[in-house]
Nanobody
């Protein structure tokens, strides 16, 4: 089992940057592929980015490609989401999620119901 705690959210002007962190408890962090999701008011939760266990393979939603970068540090049990060129439509609660995965190079899923563990979320607000 793993517990996830997100941090780094806040209020930023359009065009600005934020870096989200998700710290995981436990000694098996490297056994999980990780994802970032977001949910805006009145909208369904959506996939933002994912990273494989090995940190080599990544995947992004089309809406954030070229602006967001997901990474992980298995030694620190942490996954990051660097968000640049933020837009008002990026405003949402951002969640990290963990999925037990056998493959070191794959295992990224874009459906939230394929992840077993979730953090409590961190609010990101982008003003215009």
């Amino acid at each position: 089992q793993v517990q996830l705690v997100e941090s780094g959210g806040g209020l930023v002007q359009a065009g600005g940057s934020l870096r989200l962190s998700c710290a995981a408890s436990g000694r098996t962090f490297s056994s999980y592929s990780m994802g970032w999701f977001r949910q805006a008011p009145g909208k369904e939760r959506e996939f933002v980015a994912g990273v494989s266990r090995s940190a080599i393979v990544t995947s992004y939603a089309d809406s954030v490609k070229g602006r967001f970068t997901i990474s992980r540090d298995n030694a620190k049990n942490t996954v990051y989401l660097q968000m640049n060129s933020l837009k008002p439509e990026d405003t949402a609660v951002y969640y990290c999620a963990a999925r037990p995965t056998v493959q070191a190079m794959g295992g990224i899923r874009k459906r939230g119901d394929e992840y077993d563990y979730w953090g409590q979320g961190t609010q990101v607000t982008v003003s215009s």
